[in-house]
């Protein structure tokens, strides 16, 4: 096996405010994995809170593990390494999505076939981050306008308060109430315990689904005092990195939102899913700044998920890959063997 590694800077069309702050672009790690006829693909987005916060961070991760032998282990032994060695999750996930995608590319599948999993096959949201009441006005003009999107993940937990938070959201409500939309909401650890009781209140009155992540990463004991008032479903999203964290917290929310760049790539991401059901929860998948390679592996195991939350892609300019389809509104995959994505050559050297 070769290895090679592409450091990419990917803008957003328009920058991204959550709780944490604003978020413009990203410098992603491209890998791709050529074994005799074959190449494969992976990405990885670096993050603080997913222990690397550069691409060459999350290089010298990899090529260090890589440099121990992967050859003679299985996926699933692989990554129970790399969590043994500490590579950051958000490293590791690019070499496990290009191993997935090499191992269905030899058998010739695509690699949701291979994984024994039906094709996505429901929408995804599209994220509205925190703003003002303008650029919101603005911003759901242009979504309703192209008509491409019916599900919309609204980011709250303003710096300034839920205050401005319902102002936001009553800018948005207001010019879609009359619309066959649905709306997700998405606090990011932007509350506390009485603030989460009353937006969840409020927010269970305006049409929305669920809320995501109403507490910070950290006040997960603090759950079951929102959870037993709560007039909408709870998903977890940051308190929830790894299925060994599923049973600690499964009584205190509906459902959970895995990411591969938190859990690592689709070896943990199944095990989610696979635990979360089991413990009756519902699951969620989401992305973090991310082109069309990660946002084609997430897809990939995307058709046994209630939602989806796959749009990050849609927000670059430009996306330096391909393979991914908006088709009616759901983020589709090809029928090509692996997870059907890769870099567009003008983005690396061959």
């Known amino acids: 096996m070769k290895f ?4 990419i800077d990917l803008k957003k069309k328009i920058p991204l405010r959550i709780s944490r702050g604003l978020k413009s672009g990203s410098r992603n790690l491209f890998l791709k994995i050529r074994d005799g006829a074959y190449s494969a693909w992976g990405e ?3 993050g603080k809170t997913e222990g690397a916060e550069s691409p060459e961070m999350m290089q010298n991760q990899l090529e260090d593990f890589i440099s121990q032998g992967i050859k003679d282990n299985s996926i699933y032994e692989l990554y129970e390494k790399s969590r043994e060695m500490g590579i950051a999750p958000c490293a590791y996930a690019s070499l496990d999505m290009a191993l997935w995608d090499l191992i269905s590319k030899k058998a ?3 690699l949701y076939r291979y994984l024994g999993l039906p094709k996505p096959n429901k929408p995804t949201s599209i994220t509205i981050g925190i703003s003002s009441k303008e650029a919101v006005k603005q911003r759901i003009s242009s979504l309703l306008n192209d008509n491409l999107f019916n599900s919309l993940k609204i980011k709250l937990g303003s710096s300034n308060g839920i205050d401005a938070d319902k102002e936001m ?6 010019n879609i109430k009359d619309k066959k939309i649905n709306v997700r909401v998405d606090a ?3 509350w506390n315990v009485n603030q989460s009781i009353e937006m969840i209140n409020w927010l269970s009155k305006k049409g929305v689904e669920y809320v995501e992540q109403p507490l910070k990463e950290g006040m997960e004991n603090d759950l079951k005092y929102v959870f037993k008032k709560r007039k909408l479903p709870i998903y977890l999203d940051e308190s929830c990195r790894f299925s060994s964290q599923i049973p ?3 009584e205190f929310v509906d459902g ?5 760049m938190k859990c690592g790539g689709i070896t943990e991401g199944i095990r989610i899913l696979n635990v979360a059901k089991a413990y009756g929860l519902k699951t969620m998948i989401g992305c973090m700044s991310e082109s069309s390679i990660s946002i084609a592996a997430s897809a990939s195991i995307s058709g046994i998920i209630d939602y989806i939350d796959l749009d990050s892609h849609y927000n670059l300019n430009p996306d330096p890959a391909i393979g991914v389809d908006l088709i009616n509104g759901i983020t589709s995959i090809s029928e090509k063997p692996g997870h059907g994505a890769q870099l567009k050559k003008e983005f690396y050297a061959s």
């Open 4 to 7: 090679s590694f592409y450091a």
């Open 188 to 190: 990011n650890g932007g």
């Open 44 to 46: 990885s987005s670096p």
């Open 108 to 110: 010739n599948m695509p």
């Open 248 to 250: 600690e917290w499964a």
């Open 169 to 174: 959201f009553s800018e948005i409500y207001k």
């Open 256 to 260: 959970v939102n895995l990411k591969l």
